[in-house]
């Protein structure tokens, strides 16, 4: 009989929240839980553990422990049932905000009415709460709760931007830089207003430092049209400072970061990336790179299933880090 990789999934996605909290449980009595027999579920459990693996640079594994009394897992995963936690709904909320800050005003309210219908679905049991986790049950009495949304102010600065970069006018902004208690005043010219992950930012001619600039909106404080005008230059292009929706403002935005990884990781990096296997089972990626701090780190979270191609100065910059740390160890 072939084991159909859905079912098998489905049962796995039962049987791990039932081993939270190091529970340890008789394999008939897990089965009965699960809805299937002990020796159907033996043979998942016996599957994930040949197949589980610690890959470099993703989550980590699940713990299995098949013992002669009972059956134990430990993961900081699958804690609960597939239930929202109260995480994943302000994530959905705030998604839904973001959209609002994309879409036409004849869109929005559609938008509105799916914020709200989230909200009416969503409650928090009270035992839950007792505990201080965050799952939401479906068979609690509804429950008010904050959640993270959109400001209003912010969707106002939006809405100013934009009607600022298709008038061509300039605006001065109240900037909260990152790892900077000061708010500067700046004046911009909004060449382009775009989104990449989740944020959105404002890329234009900042005079008060005379260079191009990236504005993220979240840090934006205030916004007030300028009398002053301006026009794109002909040979701006957005893609330059947005590529594959990444943001690169530094230096060298033209760089490029050539990694091969290993057949051990090539797999869910190709996926994750969209870019074809090779022959022997590793993967190379071109990174946009801007920022070299940012490309060691990449390379050395995926320790020795990771090696840099180009450009020469990454390999250099890793081997110094390398050695540096080497020779820490050696000291400690």
């Known amino acids: ?195 990449a992950h989740q944020h959105v930012y404002v890329i234009g001619w900042c005079t008060s430092v005379t260079a191009i600039r990236v504005f993220r909106l979240d840090r934006i404080q205030s916004v007030e049209l300028d009398d002053a005008t301006f026009e794109v230059p002909s040979d701006f292009d957005v893609q330059q400072v947005v590529r594959e929706g990444r943001v690169f403002s530094g230096e060298r935005p033209d760089d490029v970061l050539v990694v091969r990884y290993s057949p051990v990781v090539a797999r869910w990096i190709a996926e994750r990336e969209r870019v074809p296997l090779s022959e022997d089972g590793s993967v190379t990626v071109s990174w946009p790179l801007a920022d070299d701090e940012w490309a060691l780190r990449h390379v050395l979270q995926y320790g020795a299933e990771a090696a840099v191609i180009s450009p020469p100065r990454i390999r250099e910059a890793l081997l110094d880090r390398l050695q540096s740390l080497l020779a820490l160890d050696k000291n400690s």
């Not at 039932?18 to 008939?28: C, G, H, S, V």
């Not at 013992?67 to 897992?73: H, N």
């Not at 995963?77 to 905000?97: C, I, N, T, V, W």
């Open 1 to 195: 009989m072939t084991v159909r990789a859905q079912d098998q999934l489905d049962r796995l996605l039962l049987t791990l929240p039932q081993l939270a909290e190091d529970t340890e449980l008789p394999l008939a009595e897990l089965a009965e839980r699960v809805g299937t027999d002990e020796r159907t579920l033996l043979k998942d459990l016996e599957a994930l553990d040949a197949q589980d693996r610690d890959v470099a640079g993703f989550v980590e594994s699940v713990e299995l422990y098949l013992g002669p009394t009972g059956v134990g897992a430990r993961t900081s995963f699958f804690k609960r049932p597939m239930r929202l936690s109260r995480s994943e709904l302000a994530a959905l909320d705030l998604g839904l905000g973001m959209l609002l800050l994309e879409r036409s005003l004849e869109e929005r309210a559609s938008l509105l009415s799916a914020r709200s219908k989230l909200r009416g679905l969503s409650v928090v049991s009270g035992s839950d709460g007792a505990r201080g986790t965050d799952t939401l049950s479906p068979d609690a009495a509804p429950q008010a709760f904050a959640v993270e949304t959109v400001s209003a102010n912010l969707l106002v600065h939006f809405g100013t931007l934009w009607n600022a970069r298709d008038e061509k006018r300039a605006v001065t902004i109240t900037y909260h830089r990152a790892n900077s208690d000061t708010m500067e005043p700046r004046t911009v010219h909004p060449w382009a207003v775009v989104r």
